[in-house]
């Protein structure tokens, strides 16, 4: 296996090769492009920031057999997902369950196909452009388990709001049921599919042990973010990490949540390794399964290299009194 270290976190296994698409620098570009045309960023060190970030070319190490106009899509869902995470994470939205779920409520009727006014955020407006772009290029029944995927995905942004609003650290428990969800992974797993050309039939998709390698990959790629973002999430008072509650709950040292959330990482990965390894015959032989496995690996590899690369898990000493880099989403 190979080993990743940092400051922030101690070893980490990862199993899986390293890969970049060939269109990795032109769809950073463009997708930092597409982030101008929407207004998504309004400063100059916001837009610095967001080139830093790398958002393309962390799809472009996922993805890296997609064709360009697969990658593009995805790159640009990337950054303005990534851009609304910080509007809850940064502003007074990410404590407010009730303002925050007729937020998602607008979002999801965009991604269905409704049309922004005139007058509505830029970021609706970049979300209905996604939105026509996914309709365009996947399957109706794709695009409707996306939905689904995106729908989870902000109900378990409600659930850390009201936390955050109540002051209330969840459990160990509650917290692991909620980070697949709060990841926003499955999105991004769901468009394998669409970056690949696979068709993966019903029974293949859904067969219990598929499931389970969806649920693993989630679980390696969460776990790993909160090993290497618990400093800057501790700094801001945020209590959605592992590393957090286990300290909290188990009234343990950092150190020793670290080893324990480190443990269980690599624990789960080589579990996900045996799981590949031994897929049960009627599934294993389906045309496109393997593909599918082989993406869920490029996935896991990916978050890895760009998380340990990026700036954005690196904590920023901010000044006292500024305005904001990021805008709130306006109704």
């Not at 990743?4 to 492009?33: G, L, R, W, Y």
């Not at 999801?108 to 309709?135: N, S």
Request: one cysteine or more; charged letters at 20%; glycine letters at 2%.
């Amino acid at each position: 296996m190979t080993a990743f270290a940092s400051e922030q976190h101690p070893a980490i296994v990862c199993p899986f090769p390293s890969a970049m698409s060939p269109f990795a620098q032109q769809v950073q570009q463009a997708t930092m492009a597409w982030a101008d045309r929407f207004i998504l960023v309004r400063s100059l060190r916001a837009h610095a920031r967001l080139d830093r970030l790398q958002y393309g070319s962390f799809m472009a190490r996922a993805y890296p057999t997609a064709s360009k106009a697969a990658l593009g899509l995805i790159a640009d869902w990337n950054t303005w997902l990534f851009l609304l995470d910080d509007t809850f994470d940064e502003h007074a939205l990410g404590h407010q369950p009730d303002e925050l779920a007729r937020l998602h409520a607008r979002l999801l009727a965009i991604l269905r196909g409704a049309l922004p006014h005139a007058k509505e955020d830029t970021r609706y407006h970049a979300l209905h452009d996604l939105a026509m772009r996914f309709h365009r290029d996947a399957p109706a029944t794709w695009m409707r388990r996306f939905t689904r995927h995106v729908e989870a995905t902000f109900a378990a942004s409600v659930w850390e709001a009201h936390n955050r609003r109540l002051h209330r650290v969840p459990s160990e428990a509650a917290y692991l049921q909620m980070r697949q969800f709060t990841s926003a992974v499955y999105c991004f797993l769901s468009y394998i599919e669409v970056a690949e050309q696979l068709a993966l039939p019903a029974e293949v998709r859904n067969h219990a042990a598929m499931r389970d390698l969806s649920l693993m990959t989630n679980n390696i790629i969460s776990w790993f973010n909160d090993l290497i973002s618990y400093p800057q999430e501790m700094a801001r008072g945020d209590v959605h990490n592992l590393v957090a509650i286990v300290h909290s709950e188990r009234s343990v040292s950092l150190e020793t949540a670290v080893a324990y959330v480190t443990r269980k990482h690599n624990d789960e990965m080589r579990a996900f390794q045996r799981a590949c390894a031994t897929l049960p015959g009627d599934i294993r032989n389906q045309q496109g399964t393997q593909r599918y496995v082989i993406g869920l690996q490029a996935w896991i590899r990916a978050n890895v290299e760009w998380s340990i690369a990026t700036a954005r898990y690196r904590p920023v000493r901010r000044p006292k009194s500024r305005e904001s880099d990021q805008h709130a989403i306006r109704h």
